[in-house]
Every structure is written in C-alpha cells, then in structure tokens.
C-alpha cells in the first residue's frame, strides 16, 4: 500500500499507493462500527495517520495519532501504543506546528516501551526519528548519536532500505 516517493526536501517517505489512504479509512471506519472501539484499533489508527502523514496531510496525521495512543492506553496494548506515539512523535515534528519538544517526548516514550518490549525495528526507527529531529534543531552531537544508533541496529537486523534513510540524514550532518 505504500510506494517510496520524496518530498519537497528531497526526503525519501514511503508514500501511500494511489487508493491506498481510502481503503485504510475504509478499515478504520469498519472497525470502530463492528467492534465498538474495541482492541487491536490503536494499530490501524497508527497506520492510517501514517498514511494521512506520508499523503501530505499533518492535521489528520496528528488527530489520528494522538487517537490512536489514547485507544492503545486505554486498552493497555503496550506494543501498540509505542507504534502509536512514534507516528505522533513524527506528526508532531513535521505538523504546522513544528514542536519539536513535544515530538521529542513522544520519541523517547515511544522508544522507552519499544525497548522494553523488544521491538528493535522500532528502536532503530525511533533512533532514526530522534535523529532527523536534533539535526533539524542544530543538535550535531545528539543527531549524530541516534543516527548511528539506527544505521547498526538497521544493518544489525538486515534491513536494507532504511539504512540508506540514516546515511541520508547523516550526510545532510556534514
């Protein structure tokens, strides 16, 4: 459903597909009809406001996101609400607003639970994130640190697309 594409900066996203983004609302509507915000929601909220993000659309992207880990604490799905405060973390960085205090409170929270839970693809993209946002601050140092972070966890894991993303953000270091 996704498809990689680059924005106005020149950053690579994974872009929803064309008819992608209607048949995620499709699902999420679905859902909340039959099960009555019921478990396992948080997660599909997570990735609809990811799509919504990557489609250009940081208002949606944030209202979904701030749902989705409402729901996902609100049912304690742990592993859910650590995807969910990563999408807010990035909606929060690249939305109007731009707060990057905010967004880098929910990167941590989101790191700290990913961590305890093992999910290492989302430690690293949580590193990636943290990254890209002290970078964008004037933060070198810290940058630096999560992007290094990221590039071996990546490679550790064997995933190639991403450590392409983290050598990017990297360069743009200087």
């Not at 690579?12 to 609302?25: I, M, N, R, V």
């Not at 996902?72 to 592993?79: D, G, I, L, Y």
Request: charged residues 30%; contains cysteine.
């Amino acid at each position: 459903m996704f498809r990689l594409d680059t924005v106005g900066s020149g950053e690579l996203w994974l872009a929803p597909a064309p008819g992608a983004l209607p048949l995620l609302e499709e699902a999420v509507r679905s859902e909340m009809s039959i099960s009555a915000m019921g478990l396992g929601l948080a997660v599909r909220l997570s990735r609809l406001a990811e799509a919504y993000l990557r489609a250009g659309r940081a208002d949606e992207a944030l209202r979904r996101a701030r749902s989705a880990v409402e729901l996902s604490r609100k049912h304690q799905e742990r592993a859910n609400e650590a995807i969910a405060l990563r999408v807010l973390a990035e909606a929060t960085a690249l939305g109007d607003s731009g707060d990057a205090i905010s967004a880098g409170r929910h990167y941590t929270d989101s790191l700290a639970l990913a961590e305890q839970l093992g999910m290492r693809p989302l430690v690293a993209h949580c590193h990636l994130g943290l990254g890209k946002l002290h970078r964008r601050m004037g933060k070198r140092q810290q940058a630096e640190e999560h992007l290094t972070r990221a590039l071996t966890l990546y490679r550790e894991m064997d995933m190639r697309f991403w450590p392409e993303q983290a050598e990017a953000e990297m360069r743009e270091l200087g």
